[in-house]
Structure formats: C-alpha cells, structure tokens
C-alpha cells in the first residue's frame, strides 16, 4: 500500500511539472481584443483646426474626463465574430450615444467602420498595441471634421472585468 502511495504521489508530481512546463499557446491579437474596454485616456492634437493656422489640443484622463468631454465613460463592447457596440455614458449614469459596426485587424492596426447610426457612417483605422488588460490606440485621422486627415490621436482604454 506504502508503494502505491508513493507511486501516486510521484506521478501527480510529475504531471504537475510536465503540465507546467507547457508553453503558453500565444492568444491572436482578435482574442485579446474581445470583450468590452473602457477608454481611460485620450490626447487629440487638431492641427490647422477649423483651417486655420491654430492648432488646439484636448487632453483627457480619468481625473478630467467628466469635465472636459462632460461623459463619465465611453466603452466598446468588440465581439468575438467582428462587430462592436461602443457607447458614451453621461455623468448620470445614461446612454448619450451609441454607434455600432464592424471591425478587424489589417497587421498591427485595427480597422472600425461604423455603420449605425447612418448618419455618422465612417471608418477609422488605428495603430493598436494590446499588453494584458491594457489597449493603446494611435491615429492620424480628419478629428475636427475639417476635411484634412492631419489630427493625432491617441488613446488609452482597459478591458472592463466583468462582474458575475
């Protein structure tokens, strides 16, 4: 019986380091993406806003967030299957605005385009880099409406853990 105990003990050892020795099955950038992230930072620099030669800057963090973009949050919701769901909380706690669409990754950028509500169809594409819960969105885009893609953005979201 003593032999059997040690040749059980012994295995289970064994397996537990054969099981840790297991390499991490890296995750695909569109299985780190899904699920629902919460922008925490954002920096805009609109160049030549309005066309003209002044250039205005928009800083926002957590610390200023409400006052500045008056919203509490804005989350995104990607789907596993490739649309998204991102909406604008007010400082009330309610819904402001919500557009959906789809997304998907073009190399180390993702690609947003846009399709509800209709009026404010659009695509968006940013330079993503994802480290555990923390995503970093970079772009040179038409920010300010002015027709001219010379606006930096930059951003800055956390993955939202659910609560269950």
Known sequence: MKAYLNISIIAIIFLSLLNSCKKEV?????????????SKYMYVKK????NSDSTVIVDVNPDNYKEILNLSTAIV?????????????????????????????????????????LKSQS?????????????????????????????EFKGISIRKISKK
């Open 123 to 151: 695509v968006l594409k940013y330079h993503i880099v994802i480290e555990g819960d923390t995503a970093k969105f970079n772009s040179v885009m038409d920010y300010d409406g002015d027709g001219s893609e010379d606006d």
């Open 47 to 50: 160049n030549t806003f309005n």
């Open 26 to 38: 890296p995750r695909t950038k569109r299985e780190m993406l899904t699920g629902e992230w919460e």
């Open 77 to 117: 919701d990607f789907k596993k299957r490739g649309s998204f769901t991102e909406k604008y909380i007010g400082v009330n706690g309610d819904t402001l605005f919500e557009q959906q669409g789809y997304w998907s990754f073009v190399g180390d950028s993702i690609i947003m385009s846009v399709y509800k509500p």
